[in-house]
Structures are given as structure tokens and as C-alpha cells.
């Protein structure tokens, strides 16, 4: 079993829908949880963190840590084309960062 | 100010050669991270240097691959005797320090054992 479980999708949603990406885990050691996004052929580039149990905004994005359940989630409101990228979660252990599998997102317009 | 950057960009090899990999990381991160992305796979973990020295070396696979960094800045990931398995994006990271949960990412060298 992962350390970190991620569906792949992809998911396919049409402009302006609401997207919500999830992932699990199974280390209670986790300290940061973050979100990175990766478009085609480039490297993952942070997009959202948070540390403890909660919801933190930022524009149209909200991550949501459940440390009791090991579940985050990240809320795509108002989804544009643009956000048609891969979404990795990852969580740091020490002074590395153990990632999902990551779920492709494809927005239509 | 420059990113990450890492070359090649790409890599054609056949199975059995050597490769050397290079990644310089932004100018004063003192940490840098090596990790590969198969495909359908996530970021592995496979090194991280602080400085010149690699105080995590856990998630190399084989004793095939090794990697070094020389004046605190670029650093090389090397494979030797290349198996199709090792076809991946490889990625490199650094951060200011080892402490820091933001890594920055280059680009990736995409790697092709035939």
C-alpha cells in the first residue's frame, strides 16, 4: 500500500464547474500538506499548503486537511481551461516531500 | 530571477550505457532534491543534498545510480548500465534550506532507455 493515495482520473468537467481532488494517507507523521500543479512537460509548481486540520482559501482554490480521517482535499471554484493541468498532493516527512500519483484535470470550455 | 534549470531536456540512450543527468539548482538554495516520475507514478523520492554532502540518499533504487553536487551548486545524477526500467522524467528540486516544505522544480530530463 502507498504511502499516499491519489486517483489518476482523468477528470473531465466543463468550464466554470466546481473540482474537487482528494487524496489519503496513511503516515500520521505527515507534517505539511501541500498541492502542486504541473502542466505539460514542465516541472510541479506549489500551488496551496497548510499544516494543520482545516480549510485555507486562496482565490478560487480552498485545501482542506483532515488530520483525524488522513483525507485533504483541494476545491477548484469557478474552473477555467487553464486549470487543465495535473494535480500532485504531497506531504512533508523530514526534509523530503512523498507525493500522490497525481490527477490529471482536463477543463472543456 | 533563473529557475531550476536541468539538462538535457531529453535523453535517448540504449540499455546497458551510462547517462549523466546535471541540474543547477537557483543561485543560494543550499538544498537540492533529486526525484523521477514514471509514467502514471508519482514524484519518488530518490536524494537529497544539503550543501556538498547527502545526508538522505534512501531512495535511489540500485547501486546503479548515484549522484554528487560539487561547490554547493550543480549537481550530477548519474546511471550506469541503463535498464529500460529507468525510463522516467527526472526532476530536480532545491530550496533555500532543508527545513522548507517549498521546493522549486526544473523542468525535468526526460529519459529513454531502448
Known amino acids: 500500500q502507498k504511502e499516499v493515495e491519489q486517483d489518476p482520473g482523468p477528470l473531465s468537467v466543463p468550464e466554470g464547474a466546481i473540482v474537487s481532488l482528494n487524496c489519503t494517507y496513511s503516515?500520521?507523521?505527515?507534517?505539511?500538506f501541500m498541492w502542486y500543479r504541473q502542466y505539460s512537460r514542465k516541472g510541479p509548481e506549489l500551488l496551496m499548503y497548510t499544516y494543520s486540520s482545516g480549510n485555507k482559501e486562496d482565490g478560487r482554490f480552498t485545501a482542506q486537511v483532515d488530520k483525524s480521517s488522513k483525507y485533504i482535499s483541494l476545491f477548484i471554484r469557478d474552473s477555467q481551461p487553464s486549470d487543465s493541468a495535473t494535480y500532485l498532493c504531497?506531504?512533508?516527512?523530514?526534509?523530503?516531500?512523498?507525493f500522490g500519483a497525481g490527477t490529471i484535470l482536463r477543463v472543456k470550455s | 530571477g533563473a529557475g531550476v534549470s536541468q539538462s538535457p531536456s531529453n535523453k535517448v540512450t540504449e540499455k546497458g550505457k551510462d547517462v549523466e543527468l546535471r541540474c543547477d539548482p537557483i543561485?543560494?538554495?543550499?538544498?537540492l532534491y533529486w526525484y523521477r516520475q514514471s509514467l502514471g507514478q508519482g514524484l519518488e523520492f530518490l536524494i537529497y543534498f544539503q550543501g556538498n554532502s547527502a545526508p538522505d540518499k534512501s531512495g535511489l533504487p540500485s547501486d546503479r545510480f548515484s549522484a554528487e553536487r560539487t561547490g554547493g551548486s550543480v549537481s550530477t545524477l548519474t546511471i550506469q548500465r541503463t535498464q529500460q526500467e529507468d525510463s522516467a522524467v527526472y526532476l530536480c528540486a532545491s530550496n533555500l534550506d532543508g527545513g522548507s516544505y517549498e521546493q522549486y522544480f526544473g523542468p525535468g530530463t526526460r529519459l529513454t532507455v531502448t
Open positions: 504531497a506531504m512533508q516527512y523530514g526534509n523530503k516531500l512523498v
Open positions: 503516515n500520521s507523521a505527515f507534517q505539511y
Open positions: 543561485s543560494g538554495h543550499t538544498a
